[in-house]
């Protein structure tokens, strides 16, 4: 089985008003199959209510590490 493409972005070093747009750009740039792994320094739930809401089962929200220092995510595209 081939490795699935990830990805990274940190997101950490993105001013707040331009992160949601930047990982949607990112992710909408995806091929099925292919992943986005965000790094974070909190929580990010709110994109995860945010990517249900607009996208549905499209994407795969998979944690990787959850706090509470560090928040990695891998957003893979189904």
Known sequence: ???IKTTDLDVR????RDKHA???????ALASGEALRIF???DPKPLRYQLQ????????W????????????????V
């Open 1 to 3: 089985m081939a490795a």
């Open 13 to 16: 070093i993105i001013p707040p």
């Open 22 to 28: 930047t990982i949607f750009a990112k992710l909408e």
């Open 40 to 42: 974070n320094d909190h």
């Open 53 to 60: 809401a607009e996208h549905g089962s499209v994407f795969a």
């Open 62 to 77: 998979e944690p990787e590490k959850e706090g509470p220092e560090e928040w990695i995510i891998r957003i893979r595209k």
